[in-house]
């Protein structure tokens, strides 16, 4: 039977459902997923066209490369456990899983593949986690260990709605930059009683990856792009100048791309003109709730003088 779901600015159609993502939504281009064994997928690749793949480690151990083809096709592989292929003209990836019945695959299509294509796509993405608040969605930008997520938990647990978790999609429509919802998926710490009520899908890389939520459906503006960092005195937040250059530390990208810098920082201009940039910081110890509680305060106070540099 085939799926019409959505994620990162994308209709997903298939003949299978990832979890946590909301029905399609009118508007959006379309993305055509098919699972595909091992040896078609290797078929449909045109073959390498660099000489060797980008290469990271996932939470979990596991290797991600990501390589260009001689055709323009994109190769993704995760480890032993699966290999996507996004075809020449962004609109059909195959995903060849070694089990097809496991998780890990789906997370990591989730987490890491479909941002990707959405970037291919054309829209730009942050290395974030989100939730929509009354004012809008608050991406949460940081170092890894920051606490991007277990503040994402938090605030979930206060009741604002996730937006994402690990990416945020962004782009232009006829409202301006908005985002685009990557589902209600968030990985939490074993253990730590976070969100009672998520629906606890697997333990994945020492953490349980979890639906906390209906997830969103429609993109939203951006109210803040908040940067949390983790190390000494008493947490507060800080409004900041809106400088696009604060977020090219959490930018993603392609591998070996060229000439989409301008376009790129353009759109982060644009971002950060119409949102606030915030400063979340303060000792290493203190509780997830007091961050919380410190961003919430700063978002329901009005702008800083600083932010009468806006143009």
């Not at 996507?84 to 059909?92: N, Q």
């Not at 990591?108 to 004012?135: C, D, F, K, M």
């Not at 629906?199 to 908040?226: D, F, H, N, Q």
């Amino acid at each position: 039977m085939a799926t019409h779901q959505s994620a990162f600015g994308l209709n997903l159609r298939g003949t299978f459902s990832l979890p946590g993502l909301p029905d399609a939504l009118a508007g959006l281009p379309e993305l055509q997923l098919q699972v595909v064994g091992a040896d078609e997928l290797e078929e449909a690749w045109s073959g390498p066209a660099t000489p060797g793949p980008w290469r990271g480690i996932l939470r979990d151990g596991a290797e991600l490369t990501i390589r260009w083809g001689r055709k323009g096709d994109l190769l993704f592989g995760y480890g032993e456990q699966a290999r996507y292929l996004l075809d020449h003209s962004s609109g059909r990836l195959l995903c060849a899983p070694a089990e097809a019945s496991s998780l890990s695959w789906q997370r990591v299509l989730l987490s890491r593949v479909l941002p990707v294509v959405a970037i291919a796509r054309g829209y730009e993405a942050l290395h974030a986690a989100a939730v929509r608040t009354a004012a809008g969605v608050v991406a949460i930008v940081g170092a890894s260990g920051a606490g991007k997520s277990t503040l994402a938990a938090e605030l979930v647990g206060r009741g604002h709605e996730l937006f994402g978790d690990d990416v945020l999609v962004v782009g232009h429509n006829r409202e301006g930059v908005v985002a685009f919802p990557g589902g209600a998926h968030l990985s939490l710490e074993a253990g730590t009683g976070a969100l009672p009520e998520a629906e606890i899908l697997g333990e994945l890389g020492g953490k349980l990856w979890t639906v906390a939520g209906e997830p969103v459906s429609e993109p939203a503006p951006v109210a803040a792009v908040v940067l949390l960092g983790r190390g000494e005195g008493q947490v507060e937040a800080e409004e900041l100048s809106p400088s696009p250059l604060s977020l090219a530390p959490f930018m993603l990208g392609l591998p070996d791309e060229e000439g989409r810098d301008g376009e790129r920082f353009a759109l982060y201009a644009d971002l950060v003109e119409v949102s606030r940039l915030l400063r979340l910081g303060g000792s290493a110890s203190a509780p997830a709730g007091e961050f919380a509680e410190a961003l919430e305060r700063a978002l329901e106070a009005p702008a800083l003088a600083v932010a009468g540099e806006r143009r």
